[in-house]
Every structure is written in C-alpha cells, then in structure tokens.
C-alpha cells in the first residue's frame, strides 16, 4: 500500500515569507507526528495528533509554527515569518494508534531552505 | 527525560566485515521502548526493530541482530556480513510510558565500501 507522502520534497523560501509543508499519512493511521531533522542530528519531535486534535505540541520552537489535521487525515504544518534558522528537513510519521509500542512510519521529508 | 546516546558518528568498513553499532539510553521510566531506524541516501527513515523494556532476548533477523542489556542500558545493532547496500546512517530511539513521541539518538553513518 502507499506509504506517508509529503509535498513539497523542497520549499525555498525568502527569510518573513509564510510556508505550508503537508502530510498525508497511511490510510487509517490514527496518530500522526511531525519531526525537524536539522544536518547531522537526528530528529527532534515537534506535534502529534491523535484524531484531529493536537495531542502534544511540546515541541514546537514558538508561536510561529502551527499544525492542523482538520479531517483526521492529511496534517499541515505552518510555519509563519520563517528565519533562517528553520532550515531543516521536516519529517512526518504515522502509526496505527498512539502510545510507546507503535512503530512510526515516515514520508520522505520535506527539506526547507530559508533564504 | 529521555536521552539517547550514539557515540559512534560514522564507522566505515569493507563489504563482508561485522559491525556493531552502539545505542545507549537514559530514562526513569520502567515501562519503555526502543527503536532502530535506518535512514539510506534518499532520506526516508525505514523502521527495523521495536523492543519493550520487559523483553530482554537478543534478537536476529537475516544479517542483522540486536542486543538489549538493561543493566548497562544499551541496545545494540549488529550487522553480520555487511553490504554495500546498508550504507546509511542508522538512529537509535526511545519512547516511554504514556508518551508516543519518539527520542533519537544523533544517529551513525555507516559506510560500507566494496
């Protein structure tokens, strides 16, 4: 079956502009997770939504980025004013339900540059 | 809070060599799990192995294999007869009781060379 895709597969965009990064996950995948992996580390958890709601948001750096999964399904993270310092590839996994024991499957990323 | 250490950050071998790749965490938790994931040249992380704090039998699937030791909290990869093809960088990663977030380690790039 098809897995997480995400698009775009790379965004540049110049330093103030806003982005809109998607996710579509695995068809009835319930929980649904975003991730930033900047060069050389690995990733750093950002949200999860369990359904439509966010479940968890600890992760995000600041009120400038959002995520919304309106329809429990496809997940959109917004990021507002980028600086340069978002530059990173934004990952986004799914998994069949929530809790420790369920592996995440990840889409191919979407690497954004801030000019 | 949960830490995952990767002292290895890239290891480079010739094809048919074994090589063991390091994974050691830090949680209060009782109740947790592992992870390794591997990520090749196109960037996709690929799941390979979920274990939970209760089961500590070592694990081999093909060439690969992992051990778990609670008593020195690791969780080790080995890989028997490498190939070209598990040239990647690999994560080690932890989620525990009641969160499903996961924790990454740094990860290692493995290069294997014919």
């Known amino acids: 079956g098809a897995g997480v895709s995400q698009t775009p597969s790379n965004k540049v965009t110049e330093k103030g502009k806003y982005v809109e990064l998607r996710c579509d996950p695995i068809?009835?995948?319930?929980?649904l997770y975003w991730y930033r992996q900047s060069l050389g580390q690995g990733p750093e958890f950002l949200i999860y939504?369990?359904?439509?709601?966010?479940a968890d948001d600890s992760g995000l750096p600041n009120d400038r980025f959002f995520a919304v999964r309106p329809e429990g399904s496809v997940s959109t993270l917004k990021i507002q004013r980028t600086e340069r310092g978002d530059s990173a590839v934004y990952l986004c996994?799914?998994?069949w339900g929530q809790g420790e024991g369920y592996e995440q499957y990840f889409g191919p990323g979407t690497r954004l540059t801030v000019t | 809070a949960q830490k995952v250490t990767q002292a290895q950050t890239e290891i480079s071998v010739v094809e048919k060599e074994d090589v063991t790749l390091d994974c050691v965490y830090e949680?209060?938790?009782?109740?947790?799990?592992l992870f390794w994931y591997k990520q090749p040249p196109s960037g996709e992380l690929v799941f390979l192995i979920r274990?939970?704090?209760?089961?500590?039998q070592n694990e081999i699937s093909g060439r690969y294999s992992w051990n778990f030791q609670k008593s020195t909290s690791s969780f080790n990869f080995t890989i028997t007869a490498s190939q070209v093809v598990d040239s990647a960088v690999y994560f080690c990663?932890?989620?525990?009781?009641?969160?499903?977030?996961?924790?990454f380690g740094k990860g290692t790039m493995l290069l294997v060379s014919p």
């Open positions: 274990r939970n704090s209760f089961d500590e």
């Open positions: 068809s009835g995948h319930t929980a």
């Open positions: 949680t209060r938790d009782t109740t947790y799990y």
């Open positions: 990663a932890l989620s525990v009781s009641g969160y499903s977030t996961l924790t």
């Open positions: 939504f369990q359904g439509t709601g966010a």
């Open positions: 996994a799914s998994s």
